[in-house]
């Protein structure tokens, strides 16, 4: 089966750094996905980790550790427009993603 | 690159008529389409997968004669909901994956707000 734990809600502050967490259960994995998902938007790549270790791109890092089934989204200099959902999604592949229900981040100024 | 698009954005429409939303790649090949079902405040639900060509994957306890799907070339899916309930009330979203994209992942639409009264 699978099971993907990540917190519903976080809050932070603009400019500040936060760190979303997943942890996940997979009957089969290949890597782990990051979306960010803005309320009544369809969701938007984010990252794909396939490696142990940490990826950054811009504001943007995602850690993955396959031997303890977690992974952490990272995200720098908040901005307002950094409210919105992100899902962590472990799978086989593009073609066998499962997803959470998603963390919803509230940015204040 | 990597776009995919979806219509109508929006419908609303009378309880037992049926509604065809349409899925786009507009730069890639999507061998592989999904359709997803969010309600409110919930998680993406995979109702099922289709490979061009060939009929599509339902997920368990997705109505395959209520919920029709065609994956008829490279570049185009749909989704008829057939016979629609007000429960049926949701957003849909697709997704693509496939060839020329520069990642091994999925795409999405735009998604559908389909609201039936």
């Known amino acids: 089966g699978q099971n993907i734990d990540q917190p519903t809600e976080m809050t932070a502050t603009e400019g500040a750094i936060v760190q979303i967490n997943c942890t996940y259960q997979t009957s089969g994995f290949n890597g782990l996905f990051w979306y960010q998902q803005h309320a009544g938007e369809a969701p938007t790549f984010l990252s794909y980790?396939?490696?142990?270790g940490l990826e950054e791109k811009g504001r943007f890092s995602s850690f993955l550790s396959r031997s303890k089934g977690y992974s952490y989204l990272l995200l720098k200099e908040l901005q307002m427009k950094d409210s919105a959902s992100y899902l962590c999604?472990?799978?086989?592949?593009?073609?066998?993603?499962?997803f959470g229900t998603g963390t919803r981040l509230t940015v204040i100024p | 690159g990597a776009v995919v698009s979806q219509h109508p954005s929006r419908v609303i429409c009378k309880s037992g008529t049926s509604v065809k939303i349409e899925c786009r790649s507009l730069?890639?090949?999507?061998?592989?389409m999904f359709w997803y079902r969010q309600f409110p405040k919930q998680s993406l639900m995979l109702m099922a997968t289709?490979?061009?060509?060939?009929?599509?994957?339902?997920e368990q306890g997705v109505e395959k004669d209520k919920f029709l799907i065609n994956h008829a070339s490279l570049t185009l899916s749909t989704l008829t909901v057939t016979s629609a309930h007000p429960e049926d009330s949701s957003f849909y979203i697709c997704?693509?994956?496939?060839?020329?994209?520069?990642?091994?992942?999925?795409?999405f639409g735009p998604g559908t707000r389909l609201t039936v009264l």
């Open positions: 980790n396939v490696l142990d």
């Open positions: 999604a472990p799978g086989k592949g593009a073609n066998n993603l499962f």
């Open positions: 730069d890639f090949q999507a061998t592989t």
């Open positions: 997704s693509a994956s496939g060839r020329e994209t520069s990642t091994d992942t999925q795409y």
């Open positions: 289709s490979n061009e060509g060939s009929k599509a994957t339902y």
